[in-house]
């Protein structure tokens, strides 16, 4: 708890392991070595992430499907705006159709909207969101999808914007055309600012769209019901352990909507950190150069493409593959189990696990049905309120006026061994420093996280640490949405992506 010097308080218990030094100093060594690689790309990155633009996207396309005269579909781009694009621009379209060969034509197709991240040889990074859907028309045929690309990662934001083409595409193929020009030639606003746009249509009659940035990105969730359902608690803890120590992560499953769902829902679990390297949820077939890339990942592969990349995989040092289909780890380090304390494990098990058990069992599994979106986003929230919270107190103002972050003295804050060495190497990660520096320069205000740690403090300073006590921390959880529920389910704004 944070009272007084604001330091944790625990006593010796026995579920508080005593890590490994040498494994301790490997963990630190992979986090520098991560963080050497990446700054320069994410330092690049960072600059243009707060500001704003003098364009609403980079490039826009319609892309539909068509058989090449072999029986295959490709991707063929039928529209595409600035015209001047450039070849590897244009290749994005097979992050649109990464399941091209697998789709038929149909008459009843369920539209999906999945986002992508492209990162080029040089570390600069593009957000992709696509949505699919049936063009119109009658009988079967294969599905069509908008694509917009930006270097700024805003879902919901260009979920609007998508929304609003697809329905100008619907009158007539010329009215999204020109919506997406208009859209283009608009600024970017700033956090928490909005862009008015006028809509295409018959007779100058288009629509009034008032597009507003998130002020904050991270407060947008996901639907947890499928990852639930798909991994128990031990396997999802050892995943989020791995993610957390931006290692390379492989995701599998034979459904495009099965990838989507459970990587943008198990990144979301991140709040209030993000995750800084590539980030793909549907990698086509075709780039395998992409799985070979030294730097963090967190990739989706298709069950029919694994083939194609199974000897590079099987190559791959430090990486952990996750088959959603057959919930289990295909492949792994064996140290995912100990990437963070074992305390800190049992308080997640306690506050997932419908029958609130003891935390000796952590394969318990989840009936994803019977847990609510918010009450697994307060579990992982709140691992980072009380391991993270007192941040607050070491952002330290110099004489000169600089603001500066104290990352000795916020580790040597907490008492309990194991957290020290977790946030040992925790804080070298390029998700902490990014969380941090954004503090540093004002660019993030007070937000749902700083909300949570002063309620966390007061909680505190009526009862014992729930460091203490384990099975208090499901407790408290299981309080806070019998009185406050509703409040959170409406501060996190769901973005599901199916």
Sequence with gaps: ?????HRHTERTEEGDYDIDIEEHKRLLRHVSNVKYKTDEAIAKYEKVRLASTDRLFQYAMIIG??????GNNTPKITFCF???????????????FPDADDLKPSADYNGEMFSFVLTNATGDRRYG?????????????????????SIIGDSAFYGRLLDAVKESRFTAMKYAEETLQMAYAKPFPQPNHEVYLRTAGPNNKGKTLILKRALDLRLHTADFSLLLRLLDISTLIKVFSAILLERKIIFIAKQLSTLSLCICAIVSLLYPFEWQHTFVTILPSNLTDVIQAPTPYILGLLSSSVSKFSDIINELDEVLVVDLDEHSLRKSEGDEGR????K???????????DQVDGQNTSVGLKGEGVQDATVAEAFLRLFVETCGHYTEYLCRQPDGEVVFQRELFVKAVHSRSIRLFLEWFTQTQMFSIFVTGRLKGDIKRGYFEERILEYR?????????LENMKAIGKKIADFFQKSGDKLRKTFQKTVYV
């Design 82 to 96: 600035p015209k001047d694009m450039t070849i590897s621009e244009k290749q994005t379209s097979f992050f649109c």
């Design 344 to 354: 800190l494990q049992k308080a997640l098990t306690v506050a997932l696990s419908d």
């Design 458 to 466: 007061q909680e505190m300073e009526e009862t014992t640490s729930t």
């Design 129 to 149: 969101l696509c949505k699919r859907y049936l063009p119109p028309g009658s009988g079967t045929r294969l599905p069509e999808a908008l694509c917009v690309v």
């Design 65 to 70: 499907l068509y058989d090449d005269g072999c």
């Design 1 to 5: 708890m944070f009272p007084g010097s």
């Design 339 to 342: 990437i963070i304390p074992k």
